[in-house]
Structures are given as C-alpha cells and as structure tokens.
C-alpha cells in the first residue's frame, strides 16, 4: 500500500508538471517569436511579427519580444522605434518604473529624435500614474491627500516637455493634465496647512498658504491660501498682516463663506470636514477641545476646473496605428 500510494503520488506530480508546462505553453500564444523561433528571422520580419502583439494589446509578449529585438538588431532601423514601444507597453502594463526608466535612457540616448517628446510624455504619465492608488478606478478618493512627490515629478517632466517642444502633438493633453497637477499640488498644501492649524504650528500654516498664493495663482486653492494667511497672522497676533491677507481676499474673492456682507473675517468659521476624534463624536462634543480651523472650500471655486480633473489617463492610449505611422514616428497618419 505504501508503494502504490508513492507511485500514484508521483504520477500526480508528473501530471501537474507536464499541464503546468502545457499551461506556460498555451499562454504564451503563437503569435510572437521566442528566442529560438527568430533565429534566421530578417529584422523587418521581428518587429512585424510584435507589431501584432502591439495591435492584439499582448503587452507582455511585446515587452519580452522588443527586449530581444533590441538585443538581436541593437543598430537596425527599428532599434530606435522599439525603444519608444517598449516605453508605451511597459507603461500599459502598469510598469510604472521600468516605464520611466526606458523613457530616461531614451531621452539620454536620443536627445535630437523626432519622437523624443513622445518619450517625455509617456514617462510623464508613468509618474503621475504613480500617484494613483488601487481603489482609485472604483471609489472616489482625494489626489491631494498623498504624498505629493510623484506628482511633482510629473509636473516637472510634462512642464520641460511642453517648455522643449509647445507645438507637440501631445502638447494639448500634457497642458490638460499640468493644470490638474497644479490644481492638486496647491490643494496638498492647504492640507498640509490644515493640519499645522491642529499642532498649533501657526507660522508653518502661514508659509504654506503663502506659497500657495505666491506659486499656484489662478488655482481654486487660493482664496483658502489667503484664508490660511489671514487665520494664522492672526493667532500670531500680527494684526496688520492679517487685515491685509482679508483685505486681499474680500477684494478677490468676496463670497468667501468665512467674510460676511461686510468684508470682516470670522476667525471662529471652519471651512473643511470635521475629522474631529471618535471620542469627540460619540459624546456630541462634551469632551472636545476647540475645533482647529480647517479650510476647504473645493465645493464652491473647483467648478471652473471640473473638465480638467476628470482627465482619463485611457487618453494617453492613441489609436491604433499603422505600419507607416509607426515607422515614420507619428509624422504619417493614415489619413495624411
């Protein structure tokens, strides 16, 4: 009994093996070459055979297939072109940071080519994918809230895009996603701002808001900036400079809800959701402290940015291209 059940356990084993490879097998498809099938290939005949794996949206297999390209044909024509491939896939397959990477070492290695903006632009939009969380695509969230390093990168690398090449066909949706970046990284600082309020840190709360009037104008978050200003002069009892900051806004923006009919201030007004301790809420505020004063005031001054941030990172997928197209690096539509 033992010996049959050692045989049928390995026959168990030798199966699960053998349909695990047939497995590995059947996954990778037919439709591109493994190092052994494109031994004897012609270069054109290669890249043909990924462009299909590009088409079908088998970006795994192009990622594989476009590494061995490069390293088979590392000079041929279509060297430079899988370079920027390999860019778009990696990023598509969520790759984020071998997606920057690839587009870094074009930049670097190719600084003249036509395409070059292309690599800035995707590696762009790797950056701010990053910013992006799981639950992103499923529940509402606040960019704002994370650290906003990530972003920040982005805003750099589409700013020096648009800055190199403003005529880029890409230029009009890199312009589209700097103005949310913008949007984005000022509200990070209101946050941050907010929170210095609850430590008491006053002077921390005043830098922040003044950065943010000084760094972001026209973005929503400058009424709360001068509201920050105003609010933190003031519990440093810097009286002139908080007159000025309310002064500034009642002039700029004069249905802030902390200003009355009057143009006076409420220091006492808090503008931002009360995230006050459970202990707080549970005992209807018997055992609360003073509310620290929080602005946020999205819900009345983001309407005029609303198309901005609703961008669809899907935007940055272009059509399906032609040969031609992607030969000549996007300067030969198919409807040219």
């Given at each position: 009994?033992?010996?049959?059940?050692?045989?049928?356990?390995?026959?168990?084993?030798?199966?699960?093996?053998?349909?695990?490879?047939?497995?590995?097998?059947?996954?990778?498809?037919?439709?591109?070459?493994?190092?052994?099938?494109?031994?004897?290939?012609?270069?054109?005949?290669?890249?043909?055979?990924?462009?299909?794996?590009?088409?079908?949206?088998?970006?795994?297999?192009?990622?594989?297939?476009?590494?061995?390209?490069?390293?088979?044909?590392?000079?041929?024509?279509?060297?430079?072109?899988?370079?920027?491939?390999?860019?778009?896939?990696?990023?598509?397959?969520?790759?984020?940071?071998?997606?920057?990477?690839?587009?870094?070492?074009?930049?670097?290695?190719?600084?003249?080519?036509?395409?070059?903006?292309?690599?800035?632009?995707?590696?762009?939009?790797?950056?701010?994918?990053?910013?992006?969380?799981?639950?992103?695509?499923?529940?509402?969230?606040?960019?704002?809230?994370?650290?906003?390093?990530?972003?920040?990168?982005?805003?750099?690398?589409?700013?020096?895009?648009?800055?190199?090449?403003?005529?880029?066909?890409?230029?009009?949706?890199?312009?589209?996603?700097?103005?949310?970046?913008?949007?984005?990284?000022?509200?990070?600082?209101?946050?941050?701002?907010?929170?210095?309020?609850?430590?008491?840190?006053?002077?921390?709360?005043?830098?922040?808001?003044?950065?943010?009037?000084?760094?972001?104008?026209?973005?929503p978050a400058v009424p709360d900036g001068l509201a920050v200003m105003a609010q933190g002069y003031y519990r440093?009892?810097?009286?002139?400079?908080?007159?000025?900051?309310?002064?500034?806004?009642?002039?700029?923006?004069?249905?802030?809800?902390?200003?009355?009919?009057?143009?006076?201030?409420?220091?006492?007004?808090?503008?931002?959701?009360?995230?006050?301790?459970?202990?707080?809420?549970?005992?209807?505020?018997?055992?609360?402290?003073?509310?620290?004063?929080?602005?946020?005031?999205?819900?009345?001054?983001?309407?005029?940015?609303?198309?901005?941030?609703?961008?669809?990172?899907?935007?940055?997928?272009?059509?399906?291209?032609?040969?031609?197209?992607?030969?000549?690096?996007?300067?030969?539509?198919?409807?040219?």
């Open positions: 009994m033992k010996t049959s059940s050692k045989s049928a356990a390995l026959l168990l084993a030798a199966l699960l093996a053998t349909t695990a490879l047939s497995g590995c097998s059947w996954l990778g498809g037919d439709d591109a070459p493994a190092q052994e099938q494109s031994e004897g290939m012609t270069e054109q005949e290669f890249f043909e055979r990924i462009e299909a794996s590009l088409d079908s949206k088998n970006w795994r297999m192009a990622i594989d297939n476009l590494r061995l390209l490069e390293s088979q044909f590392p000079f041929g024509k279509y060297a430079e072109q899988a370079q920027l491939e390999l860019i778009f896939a990696l990023y598509r397959t969520g790759d984020y940071e071998e997606s920057i990477a690839a587009a870094e070492r074009f930049i670097r290695l190719h600084p003249q080519h036509a395409s070059v903006d292309y690599a800035f632009y995707i590696k762009g939009l790797s950056e701010l994918s990053q910013t992006q969380g799981f639950f992103d695509s499923f529940l509402p969230t606040d960019p704002s809230l994370r650290d906003p390093g990530t972003a920040r990168d982005a805003f750099a690398t589409l700013t020096e895009m648009l800055n190199r090449f403003p005529n880029s066909r890409y230029a009009a949706d890199a312009r589209k996603r700097l103005l949310n970046l913008r949007n984005v990284l000022a509200r990070a600082e209101i946050n941050v701002a907010n929170y210095y309020f609850k430590r008491g840190a006053y002077l921390a709360a005043v830098n922040r808001g003044r950065f943010v009037v000084e760094n972001f104008q026209t973005t440093l009892q810097m009286m002139e400079l908080a007159d000025h900051a309310v002064r500034t806004l009642a002039a700029n923006y004069p249905d802030y809800p902390a200003l009355n009919s009057r143009g006076e201030f409420d220091y006492s007004m808090a503008l931002a959701k009360d995230d006050r301790a459970l202990l707080d809420r549970i005992t209807f505020g018997l055992f609360s402290g003073e509310r620290p004063t929080a602005y946020d005031t999205r819900a009345r001054y983001n309407v005029t940015y609303r198309d901005a941030e609703k961008i669809d990172p899907e935007d940055a997928e272009q059509t399906p291209r032609s040969l031609l197209n992607r030969l000549s690096f996007g300067l030969l539509d198919n409807d040219n």
